[in-house]
């Protein structure tokens, strides 16, 4: 049987990160696309000369041809441009989406079974933007955002209780930017939920609401200290769980910018919720309950993200 065919659109940072771990995890025969020549090519050929050492047999390719992704199993998507100091994720929304309609072209023409994880920012924006330009059903079509924010919150937590990041477990909705909802009541040590936690004396509420703060500005923090780009290893990482659980249909439970049709009140938009992903790509849209005031905050996320929806719409007439 051929190894599944995992095709990058975009060779940066996220992307060259991306193709090192596809390889190394043996997920699949990796195709790096990108516009500027010759990076695909030499980091395809930097990881698989690191093949023999590693021990892996995936293949990688490097290429500006959409013909190579022909047929492409998984497609992860971080072609753009990504921000500098000062900058919010809002303000890439012009160029990025330039971008989208190419990559949902590309993508339309050459591989349009595939399972498609967008990375690029302004998020849930660029996610929904893609699937348009791509026309693929939106169960195949989502971004990346809340594996990686619940990551970094499930870190912070950990550092603050002692214990081992395998035993925090976190999930941040709504949109990917500075009104993401990390949720306090959902997220847990062990299965203990952290208001538990804090009348349990092991936090204080002001410790924990400032560990919220620093969630919803953890991209912002890493940007500040790389100064020329942003985020690569978590956000590779992150990505390449959601592509794992397609490709083994584990159906795991992770949240990202899905596409809801009623779920936590949200009809016809991509927002970060929590999914179920298995070999139908988004299986399921996990419908929790929320309490009034958690509903308002993701609301208020919900509202962002629409008026960068209708941004888009602004400056391309061909979305409907
Ligand atoms: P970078 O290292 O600049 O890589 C982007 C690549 O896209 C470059 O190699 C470009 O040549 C390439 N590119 C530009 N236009 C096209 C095109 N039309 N077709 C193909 N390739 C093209 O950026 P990066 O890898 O650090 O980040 C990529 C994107 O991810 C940015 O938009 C970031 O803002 C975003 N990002 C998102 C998250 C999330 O959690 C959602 C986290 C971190 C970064």
Known sequence: MARPKIALIGAGQIGGTLAHLAAIKELGDVVLFDIAEGIPEGKALDI??????????AALKGTQSYEDIAGADVCIVTAGVPRKPGMSRDDLLGINLKVMKAVGEGIRDHAPDAFVICITNPLDAMVWALREYSGL????????????DSARFRHFLSLEFGVSMKDVTAFVLGGHGDTMVPSVR????????????????????????AIVQRTRDGGAEIVGLLK?????????????????????????????????????????????????????????????????????????????????????????????
């Open 228 to 320: 020329t780009g942003s985020a690569y290893y978590a956000p590779a990482t992150s990505a390449i769980e959601m592509a794992e659980a397609y490709l083994k249909d584990q159906k795991r439970v992770l949240p990202c910018a899905a596409w809801c049709d009623g779920e936590l009140g949200v009809k016809g938009m991509y927002v970060g919720v929590p999914t179920v992903i298995g070999a139908g790509g988004i299986e399921r849209v996990v419908n929790i309950k929320l309490t009034k005031e958690e509903q308002e905050m993701f609301d208020k996320s919900v509202e962002a993200v629409k008026g960068l929806v209708e941004a888009c719409k602004g400056i391309d007439a061909n979305l409907v």
């Open 186 to 209: 959902y997220s847990t040590v062990a299965g203990i939920p952290l208001p538990d936690l804090v009348e349990m004396g092991w936090t204080t509420q002001d410790k924990l609401d």
């Open 48 to 57: 698989a000369e690191s093949g023999p050492v590693e021990g892996f047999d």
């Open 137 to 148: 059903p939106h169960n195949k079509v989502c971004g990346m955002a809340g594996v990686l």
